[in-house]
């Protein structure tokens, strides 16, 4: 499915006029004017599934929060806006396929990284209660009671469980299990399966943070899956050579003095892999 079609962004003779038109020239930067302008960047095409390829610098970062600005999508962590973002923004302009998504949203490392660590939180919270569970159960079952009023109803039911269960059934029944069963990796990609949903536009940033090998490539099984069968289109900056194998993805490759459209066993970060294990076949034999 396609939502989006085609973003513009400014040429250079449109971002000269802007900051020329400025009264003030004291600004430390113009961010994010003249970044994707110096690498010929104007107009983006999108596929089903589109990916921008660079190293750090490039812009593929950038280039995703602009689009995110401009479409109004969700996010859950904030970014470097700028002063002149929204100005910059303004120059851009986009098409769309006549489709509307269901849902888009924009996902970046900081909101991966911010689950895994509210997780983890909310798991140690759950273990102090845990411990705190475990000594109300013994205080509970062995201090002697007696019921004086109704106000005590509650404490008596505590105490007939209490005598009624052991000490993990008794914990069990007063608190749900660890939220966070599992590791950083099956964290974020737990959170890459809860926000992206059917018939969605997603934007994602560096999807492989956080994510082992073998976690890239159910990642990369699951992005198919969603935007074969369910409807959804991505628009994914990333350097990871199990997410650039995308079957059917369009890759603009940044690094290049000129932007360009180019295969993903192409790219320079993907043939260094590939000379890498080429260069130690043998031992894999």
């Not at 000269?16 to 113009?30: E, N």
């Not at 140690?124 to 106000?151: C, H, N, V, W």
């Not at 992206?196 to 994510?211: A, C, H, R, T, V």
Request: net charge negative; charged share 30%; hydrophobic share 30%.
């Amino acid at each position: 499915m396609i939502y989006l079609s085609h973003f513009q962004f400014p040429d250079r003779e449109r971002e000269y006029d802007f900051i020329l038109s400025q009264k003030r020239t004291c600004y430390d930067t113009w961010y994010p004017f003249q970044i994707l302008s110096k690498h010929g960047l104007i107009m983006l095409d999108f596929e089903p599934v589109t990916i921008l390829y660079g190293g750090n610098g490039s812009g593929k970062t950038t280039a995703l929060n602009i689009i995110s600005e401009k479409l109004g999508l969700k996010r859950d962590t904030l970014y470097n806006r700028s002063n002149f973002f929204e100005d910059y923004t303004a120059l851009c302009s986009y098409e769309t396929d006549g489709n509307e998504p269901e849902d888009g949203r924009i996902i970046t490392s900081d909101d991966v990284f911010d689950f895994m660590l509210d997780l983890r939180n909310l798991n140690a919270g759950i273990d102090r209660k845990r411990e705190t569970l475990l000594k109300d159960y013994l205080d509970t079952k062995y201090t002697p009671f007696q019921m004086r009023s109704l106000d005590d109803y509650e404490q008596l039911k505590k105490v007939n469980l209490a005598k009624r269960s052991t000490q993990s059934k008794y914990v069990r029944k007063n608190l749900k299990d660890n939220i966070r069963e599992h590791s950083n990796g099956e964290s974020a990609f737990l959170y890459f399966t809860e926000k992206i949903l059917e018939n969605g536009l997603y934007l994602l940033d560096e999807p492989e943070n956080s994510l082992s090998p073998e976690k890239q490539q159910e990642l990369l099984r699951f992005l198919e899956d969603s935007m074969r069968f369910y409807g959804c289109q991505f628009i994914i900056a990333t350097h990871s050579p199990f997410l650039l194998s995308m079957k059917g993805a369009k890759i603009y490759d940044l690094d290049e003095e000129v932007v360009d459209v180019k295969r993903w066993y192409e790219l320079g970060n993907v043939r260094a892999y590939y000379e890498f294990f080429k260069k130690h076949e043998r031992e894999f034999e």
